[in-house]
């Protein structure tokens, strides 16, 4: 069974870093591509950022701000978040593509809550 | 950037009835449009995958169709477990995007 687990979240101050992490299990991590798409409070979803066979892709509004990584010995994906702003508070889920060249959401985590506020 | 736009943005039905949402893009993805379910506090839920393809294990009273820019995804026969938020993804392109969702709720 594909298990995700997120953590890292918390609260922080406008500018501050964070590092979320993501414990994969129940399937060969190094073979699957890995997203993770946050939730701001009320709102809709909205992708981040992807890790692949061919590199890796964010969004614009987070560009040069966070960066994706992936430990395939360790089975985890990491985002880490600098320069946090408030428009960054939201729910941030970690999940597994289809497969390595495949990175839409299959299975999802059940997310960490960032809040970013003063 | 491609972007998705969900209609309607809220639906009231009755459990029994027959619904369909539609989810446009920008430009054409071909068939690379997933859908999910989001109950409130939950994470979503992967319901159709390359714009038709039914999930295991999710019922078939879940349909999806179309390519391009036009997909819908229809519910047969609705029923209580149903009412819950509903996007459509598309994977095409880099960057990603999520239509804006459908809030399905009981009339």
């Known amino acids: 069974e594909v298990q995700l687990l997120e953590s890292g979240g918390g609260l922080v101050r406008p500018g501050g870093s964070l590092r979320l992490s993501c414990a994969a299990s129940?399937?060969?991590?190094?073979?699957?591509?890995m997203t993770w798409v946050r939730q701001a409070p009320r709102k809709g979803l909205e992708w981040v950022s992807s890790?692949?066979?061919?590199?890796?892709y964010y969004i614009d509004s987070v560009k040069g701000r966070f960066a994706i990584s992936r430990d395939n010995s360790k089975n985890t994906l990491y985002l880490e978040m600098t320069g946090l702003r408030a428009e960054d508070t939201a729910v941030y889920y970690c999940?597994?593509?289809?497969?390595?060249?495949?990175?839409?959401?299959?299975?999802w985590g059940q997310g960490t809550r960032v809040t970013v506020s003063s | 950037d491609i972007q998705m736009t969900q209609s309607p943005s809220t639906l009231s039905a009755s459990v029994g009835d027959r619904v369909t949402i539609t989810c446009r893009a920008s430009?054409?993805?071909?068939?690379?449009l997933t859908w999910y379910q989001q109950k409130p506090g939950k994470a979503p839920q992967l319901l159709i995958s390359r714009a038709s393809s039914l999930e295991t294990g999710v019922p078939s009273r879940f349909s999806g169709s179309g390519s391009a820019t036009e997909f819908t995804l229809t519910i047969n026969s609705l029923q209580p477990d149903d009412f819950a938020t509903y996007y459509c993804h598309q994977y095409d392109v880099y960057p990603f995007s999520f239509g804006q969702g459908t809030k399905l709720e009981i009339k």
């Open positions: 999940a597994k593509g289809s497969h390595i060249s495949s990175a839409e959401p299959v299975s």
């Open positions: 890790i692949g066979s061919r590199g890796t």
């Open positions: 430009q054409s993805i071909s068939s690379w």
């Open positions: 129940g399937f060969t991590f190094s073979t699957y591509a």
